[in-house]
């Protein structure tokens, strides 16, 4: 029989016959884990598994370390690469230099004024993805992204020298960012100030000082031109 006669007997769509998959992938038992890993990867990014396995209790969830650590392994969490740097101050969480917040008090007038950085994760069918914006405050347009499977720090990076390849800001831009490992490591601020940029970073424990910044948690379908 042909497709078209099959579809006539099965009273089925050819098109659904197309798109029906005899074979389908295995579900990812752990896809819902996985997921809630991710947030809080994202949200404490200095937290390993042991933290991470207790955050996880803390939430609800009945997991043992080994499962996480799996989990946290096969999705390149374990460890956040940290480059060399020198220490100028001390934060509770980590020991690169903490910028005060200088976006708090700022009034918006045009581009190129406020750039805001921020990682967030992407969940797809079988894997995660991690995606780097940086987004100008005044036009809310991301002007610099990256996307891989990782969190390292050249993520952050590669986002933020988009940017700069896309804008020739004046001197005098103020960059704001959480005081997460992947924008205070001296790679990231070095980069920054090498463009004569003013860096700022969320105070501690309220990582998005201005409505505004709040946008880039929704970053995914902004406009990118």
């Known amino acids: 029989m042909t497709v078209r006669q099959m579809c006539e007997l099965g009273q089925v769509s050819r098109a659904g016959f197309y798109r029906f998959d005899a074979n389908p992938e295995p579900c990812d038992e752990d896809l ?102 940086v987004l100008d405050a005044f036009s809310r347009r991301v002007i610099g992204w990256a996307l891989d499977r990782h969190l390292e720090d050249d993520l952050a990076i ?9 804008r020739a800001p004046p001197e005098g831009l103020t960059h704001h960012s959480d ?20 860096i700022s970073m969320s105070r501690s424990g309220n990582p998005y000082d201005k409505d505004y910044a709040s946008h880039c948690t929704s970053i995914a379908p902004c406009a990118t031109s």
């Open 158 to 166: 590669a986002a933020l020298e988009m940017a700069f390849r896309r």
């Open 32 to 133: 819902d884990l996985r997921d809630e890993i991710q947030r809080i990867a994202l949200e404490f990014s200095f937290y390993g598994r042991p933290r991470i396995t207790a955050e996880l209790k803390r939430r609800g969830w009945k997991v043992g370390h080994r499962r996480v650590g799996r989990i946290m392994r096969e999705d390149n969490l374990l460890c956040l690469r940290r480059r060399k740097f020198i220490v100028a101050t001390t934060d509770s969480r980590h020991n690169f230099r903490v910028y005060p917040n200088l976006a708090g008090s700022m009034k918006l007038t045009g581009i190129d004024q406020l750039w805001i950085a921020d990682i967030t994760y992407i969940r797809l069918e079988m894997e995660f993805v991690y995606l780097a914006v």
């Open 179 to 198: 005081r997460g490992v992947q924008y205070a490591p001296n790679d990231y601020t070095g980069l920054l100030k090498e463009h004569g940029v003013r």
